[in-house]
Structure formats: structure tokens, C-alpha cells
């Protein structure tokens, strides 16, 4: 869930339509899409060379979602806990 702070920003989760360019790399896990020995291209089976541009595609998917919804730091203050406390182990 996102929450809006007194500053007007809003933090946590936040939908952006682009994010559904994310279930193109996921069409990989569906076998019977690709589960053909022809057409081949340069002698490999489309099983294969099928996997090699859908990989090509997920790492362009990715990075044109980081793209589009990068955005500025959501927080300008630093962080007020020390590392010792946020520490779960015993104290000394």
C-alpha cells in the first residue's frame, strides 16, 4: 500500500501502467508456445533460438520499465536509526 506524507510525495508501492511490460519475459514459462522443432534458423531448432530472443526481449522489457518509472529518492532525510540500533542480537 502507498501512503501519502505531509510533503506530498507518496511512498510504498506505487502501480505504473508500465509494469505490465513485465509479463513479456513471464511468456517464457509457457512451453507450448514454443515446443516446435521447425522453422529452424541457421540449423537450430525454434525451441532454441526462440529462448534466445525471448531472453534478448526480457532483458529490453526490464530495462525500459527501470527507465520509465525510475524516479527521484522519495526521502531527503537521512536515516535517524544507527546500525546498532536496528541490530536484532543481543546488546553488550
Do not use: H
Not at 14 to 33: A, D, G, K, R
Not at 60 to 69: K, M, N, P, S
Request: charged share 20%; net charge negative.
Amino acid at each position: 500500500m502507498s501512503t501519502t506524507k505531509p510533503d506530498g510525495r507518496v511512498r510504498g508501492f506505487q502501480f505504473s501502467p508500465w509494469n505490465l511490460l513485465l509479463i513479456v519475459p513471464l511468456l517464457i514459462l509457457v512451453t507450448p508456445l514454443f515446443n516446435f522443432d521447425g522453422p529452424r534458423l541457421f540449423g537450430m531448432p525454434f525451441f532454441y533460438w526462440f529462448q534466445l530472443v525471448f531472453v534478448a526481449a526480457g532483458v529490453l522489457c526490464t530495462g525500459i520499465v527501470y527507465w520509465a518509472t525510475r524516479k527521484e529518492p522519495t526521502t531527503d532525510e537521512p536515516d535517524k536509526l544507527s546500525v546498532d540500533d536496528l541490530d536484532e542480537g543481543e546488546s553488550r
